[in-house]
């Protein structure tokens, strides 16, 4: 079965795949410092907990923690089969 199709429904594109990578590796640096914050947040968020901005960079923190994988289903998503 091939992995590439010409129908508009195909999910599977190596080639935006391949093309994505840097900016997935990219987004995986910025994963990193989003672990460290998140990491952070938390302790902040257990000796604090009434604290409103901690929780929200918390929240940016895990945004920032799922970067590679919509990174690379957003890039993947605009090159064609």
Not at 41 to 56: A, E, N, Q, Y
Request: aromatic content about 8%; hydrophobic content about 55%; overall charge negative.
């Amino acid at each position: 079965m091939c992995c590439c199709c010409c129908d508009d429904d195909c999910e599977c594109r190596p080639l935006g795949f391949l093309l994505g990578l840097p900016f997935a590796f990219l987004s995986l640096l910025i994963s990193m410092v989003g672990i460290i914050v998140w990491i952070v947040g938390l302790v902040l968020t257990c000796i604090c907990p009434c604290c409103l901005c901690v929780t929200i960079i918390v929240e940016f923190a895990l945004c920032l923690i799922k970067a590679p994988v919509l990174v690379m289903k957003w890039f993947t998503s605009k090159i064609p089969c």
